[in-house]
């Protein structure tokens, strides 16, 4: 009897030893999280470089007024309704310019794209320097938005919408950003042009004291998706520090028993204009679990948890960035 208690003890040490090296061994492994979060975040770091260049053009326009003004051509664009008529298959060097303002502001407006017609050059040195930059912008405090490349910019911008409503305006503006620096937006938003679900970096231009416009770069999450999660065969998660998925890959989603969405699906789905990201937080999880990992990871600072049920994955693991207030998280849906 004795010797079959101590066999027994053996045996649960052993196993109990084999679970704590195995899972020590996970541990470990955060390091492939490191290496995938610096190869982010350095490429995102060149788009700050490259939009605080872009103000310091901006100023220099500003700042050589009179003599641009002079120079420039009245007939570089054509306007009808207030929105340029070159479309996308066009000359492909133009934006896509929208005049929101009040119409009898109108002769201003123009001289003010006369002013910033030398934006573009400088807008398609940047799209076409970094394949993963969906456009380049101005949003000016006088409403007139300059995207580039161009698009069909009247079936996608309304003449009522109020540019400053958005948060790639107001967040660049004196209250939100009083360093007057780039801003990373974490919260991606629906494109009000079209391209879907998107992560913005901006910068204020200012003239003396007044906000004059505000720069900014895109990149789109199925750019994202696809660019840094869709590497090999990890189930991935960007998330924001309330538990709003930002991006991830199809299997994640279903792991977390969100709707099981194949990753095209997903796709189309984020890039409708109703879709709600709140929809897809993870305190919204069917998966209790899912929940108690939320709380662990997102705001008891845990870098590792191990779930108990059997339906659920069986670890999830985080790091975090420190361009963005974002978390990555890897899920392992078996034991290694």
């Not at 009897?1 to 066999?7: A, P």
């Not at 996970?26 to 999280?33: F, G, N, P, Q, W």
């Not at 969100?258 to 999880?285: A, C, G, K």
């Not at 994955?313 to 207030?325: N, Q, T, W």
């Amino acid at each position: 009897m004795v010797l079959r208690i101590l066999v027994l003890s053996l045996a649960s040490i052993i196993l109990f030893a084999c679970t704590k090296s195995n899972k020590e061994e996970r541990l470990a492994d955060i390091s492939k999280l490191e290496t995938l979060v610096h190869e982010m975040e350095e490429e995102l770091a060149l788009l700050e470089v490259e939009i605080i260049e872009l103000k310091d053009f901006h100023n220099t326009l500003l700042s050589n007024q009179e003599n641009i003004l002079q120079q420039s051509d009245p007939n570089k664009y054509a306007f009808k309704n207030g929105f340029s008529s070159n479309r996308p298959g066009g000359d492909s060097t133009l934006s896509s310019i929208g005049i929101l303002g009040a119409e009898e502001n109108y002769d201003k407006s123009l001289s003010e794209i006369f002013l910033t017609n030398g934006l573009d050059s400088a807008f398609s040195r940047i799209y076409h320097k970094y394949d993963f930059v969906a456009q380049v912008y101005s949003n000016s405090s006088s409403e007139i938005s300059r995207v580039f490349p161009a698009y069909d910019i009247e079936e996608f911008l309304s003449k009522d919408i109020d540019l400053k409503s958005f948060n790639f305006y107001y967040k660049g503006n004196s209250e939100n950003n009083p360093s007057r620096g780039p801003v990373w937006i974490p919260d991606v938003y629906v494109d009000p042009v079209g391209r879907g679900w998107i992560l913005s970096l901006i910068q204020p231009v200012y003239q003396g004291d007044s906000l004059f416009a505000v720069l900014g770069i895109d990149i789109t999450v199925d750019e994202i998706i696809s660019r840094y999660l869709e590497k090999g065969n990890e189930n991935y998660l960007i998330v924001t520090k309330n538990g709003d998925i930002v991006a991830g890959n199809s299997e994640s989603i279903e792991l977390l028993s969100f709707p099981p969405l194949r990753n095209h699906v997903y796709m189309e789905t984020i890039q409708e204009d109703n879709f709600r990201i709140s929809d897809f937080n993870l305190f919204n999880s069917k998966n209790q679990e899912v929940r108690e990992m939320a709380e662990k990871l997102l705001f008891e600072g845990k870098i590792h948890y191990f779930f108990k049920d059997v339906f659920s994955p069986y670890s999830a693991h985080k790091v975090s960035f420190e361009l963005l207030d974002w978390i990555l998280i890897e899920f392992n849906p078996t034991p290694p």
